[in-house]
């Protein structure tokens, strides 16, 4: 075979860029005039295939949603739908995340997260099992409401200083919570999961541990340690995104702090109030 040959057998000739940026050229179908190229038909059928759908994937469909698509948007421009309020604030979401990760994005590849990072975390902050004893409170409770719980979970709490083996009765009898049936065991759980007000109460606690009532946004909790994990049994993988969480996190509290001390704001604190 000559090498003419082989290199037209093994498909070389086709791949040159001249022929690539041709190929992406060409056009796959045209909507009112607007143009649908083939490089944007192939990544939206290279999408299609990566994900689980009832319907099969077939390169007709897949131009038809995209027809469909621009239909879609010229019927929204033509009824300037983008200048409605809802519409105009989801763009401006858009925006926003796209212009930060635009930003950070050459400091978040450079993140690491490193076995050590993770048993620093781990630490400090300890997976415990728990149950809890929950008296609800709405999201922003009226005073008579808040009370009521209070007062209720400290004749709970009274009740198991004297009797703390009763802990999952009185939680199935009480409990708000969808735990109450099995005795309030939630089992365990990564502080990230936890409310932090829920997570302080139990932190450094031994098992058999029972909390005196703690509010969190949910309500009242009378909580009981369980039992705590050890660092061998933990999942790594899960920390380790909550560590990269945490370092991310910092990249963009160090982001915004640059650009607040950059910008005239004013923050009227009587309506914090």
Request: glycine share 0%.
């Given at each position: 075979m000559t090498a003419f040959k082989l290199i037209l057998a093994l498909g070389l000739l086709s791949a040159s860029p001249l022929a690539l940026?041709?190929?992406?050229?060409a056009v796959v179908a045209t909507v009112n005039g607007k143009e649908i190229k083939q490089?944007?038909?192939?990544e939206s059928y290279?999408?299609?295939?990566?994900?689980?759908?009832?319907k099969v994937v077939t390169k007709e469909k897949v131009i038809?949603?995209?027809?469909?698509?621009?239909l879609g948007i010229m019927r929204a421009k033509k009824t300037n739908l983008d200048q409605e309020p809802i519409v105009k604030k989801k763009m401006e979401d858009v925006l926003y995340h796209a212009q930060v990760s635009k930003d950070l994005e050459p400091k978040l590849?450079?993140?690491?997260?490193?076995?050590?990072?993770?048993?620093d975390y781990y630490k400090a902050h300890p997976e415990y099992r728990t149950a809890h004893i929950l008296f609800r409170l709405e999201a922003v409770p009226e005073i008579e409401q808040a009370k009521a719980a209070q007062d209720k979970a400290r004749e709970v709490y009274a009740q198991l200083k004297e009797e703390p083996n009763k802990f999952a009765e009185l939680a199935n009898r009480y409990s708000q919570s969808s735990t109450a049936a099995n005795g309030g065991d939630i089992g365990f759980q990564p502080a990230v999961r936890l409310a932090p007000e829920y997570f302080d109460a139990i932190k450094g606690k031994s098992p058999g541990h029972i909390t005196s009532p703690?509010?969190?946004q949910f309500g009242y909790h009378i909580i009981k340690v369980l039992a705590e994990k050890d660092y061998e049994s933990i999942n790594t993988a899960l920390y380790k995104k909550v560590v990269y969480d945490i370092k991310r996190d910092a990249i963009m509290d160090d982001y915004f702090a640059d650009l607040r001390q950059k910008a005239k704001i004013k923050v009227n604190e009587e309506h914090l109030k």
């Open positions: 940026s041709q190929k992406d050229n490089s944007e038909f192939e290279r999408q299609n295939m990566m994900f689980v759908s009832d038809n949603d995209l027809i469909n698509r621009e590849k450079k993140i690491v997260v490193t076995d050590d990072d993770v048993k703690v509010r969190t």
